[in-house]
């Protein structure tokens, strides 16, 4: 999940506005028409203006763009209720001074050439065109207020090519392409595709699930699927709940960079070459990665970017757990998924020369990302170990995640690392705060072999090469443990 994601969900959980009783009484609408050639998207919109900033966001700098996706926004005309145009105020980054405490109506063009630009967290989070349609978030069509809103209801209706539809997480009203939808967070923090592409939608678990696939990848469905149903299975019970949004919109295609990013009821994700069972390893990790941000990040938000690491690293490493236990890696895979934690790790302390500590390379995520997710998972790993190793293997790291998620799952609640510390105090009775200074707060080498060797496992590295073996001579102690965590029959 890329920084600009998490700027951005962590700033639409701000409380709402103290002055949210002025507000009319009447619906937000926004209305979209996407031209015949997908190269623009008209938009209106009829909004209360609370505050006096209108934004566009998660807008990201890239040559050529100096103010980001607002770079392509054009024609932007705002009046109110009575037709009277009002000033605006570019103040740069997609944000615009106006007066608030009103009514307005908005109109502006946005130039669909985002697939154009390189971002930083890939355009599979921003919006790119298939031969089927446009994929887009609701952050790269839409302004909206720039402070706390008002609890106003939502609504957007698009006008699309002939032969298109939308597909979107939101609810539909009737049988056109109008939608309600819950929040602003909703509305921004989420992927889209409009166009003619397959889709597919059934439940799993409680939770309704529409998967939109991309020609080369209809054949592949099957298999997405079955993946999807399992893991969505483990994550319920790991966490001991459903994440909080109970609709789900995942979008596929075809892309050499095969990344992905997560939103708020939706995940994008490209896959490079045919998705087949050779392949899985590749393209059902980042499915699986990116469906578990519904609970850890989405539905479990930390309070800044501080804690990213455990958003990405907690979600690495149990990605891993989960995956072995329902049989999509056997035990060689699992071996190179294992050898590819510390691989990360040593690569940004000593390829790169990230001389931060974990804590703080999330402050530059994507040039930083291999200390954020190789040391996230790392620290993960180690307090699996640590928490069944001062527990007596009572619990572990799925306890420590039950716990997070009864306490903070629940809109505007953030967790920070005196929060970890303290479940991992509760649950074990023993100090974590040096654990956490060494793993994640110190800006020197962690070391993960202990924990590997807890495990029964034997890690043998020089400079990038890494192989990870079970150790033969482990203690039953040992062995059980690994089987707690991966399950069995993985020699």
Known sequence: MSRFLTC?????????????????????????????????????????????????YGVMVVPGLANGQASLVEGMRVSDASGTSLALKDQGGGDFGIRGGQRIHLSYSVRLEHDHYS?????????????????????????????????APIEVEFELPRGWHANTPWTRIGTGERYRVASRR????????????????????????TLVLGKRYRKSAPLFVDLLRSQLASYAELFGGPPLSKRYLIVINENASGDGGAFASSFSQFIQGDADERNRVIWGYVM???????????????TDYREEWFKEGATDYLTIATLARNGWLGGELLS???????????IARYAQGLGMSVRESSKDKQPNRQLVYGGGSLAALALDVALRERSGDKVGLPDFMKVLYTEFARPGK??????????????????????????????????IRPSYAALGLRMDSFVEEMFISREPQATPAQRARFEAIFGRNLE
């Open 414 to 447: 953030t967790y920070s690392l005196h929060d970890l510390e303290r479940i991992a105090r509760d649950l074990t009775g023993s100090d974590f705060s040096g654990f956490f200074a060494e793993a994640v707060g110190s800006e020197s080498y962690f070391d």
């Open 186 to 209: 909703e509305l921004l923090s989420n992927a889209l595709f409009l166009g003619t592409a397959m889709s597919e939608t059934f439940d799993a678990g409680g939770v309704e699930l």
């Open 119 to 151: 971002w930083p967290a890939g355009m599979e989070e921003v919006a790119y065109h298939t031969d089927e349609g446009l994929m887009t978030t609701g952050a790269t069509l839409f302004f909206a207020d720039g402070d706390a809103p008002v609890q």
């Open 288 to 302: 699986a990665h990116e469906l578990l941000h519904f609970w850890n990040g989405l539905s479990i938000v930390p």
């Open 8 to 56: 951005l969900a962590l700033f639409l959980l701000l409380p709402i506005s103290a002055f949210a009783a002025d507000w009319d009484g009447q619906p937000n609408r926004y209305r979209v028409r996407i031209d015949a050639q997908a190269t623009r998207a008209e938009v209106e919109a009829d909004l209360w203006q609370q505050s006096d900033m209108l934004s566009m």
């Open 336 to 346: 190179k998924r294992l050898e590819n934690v510390p691989r990360r790790y040593l």
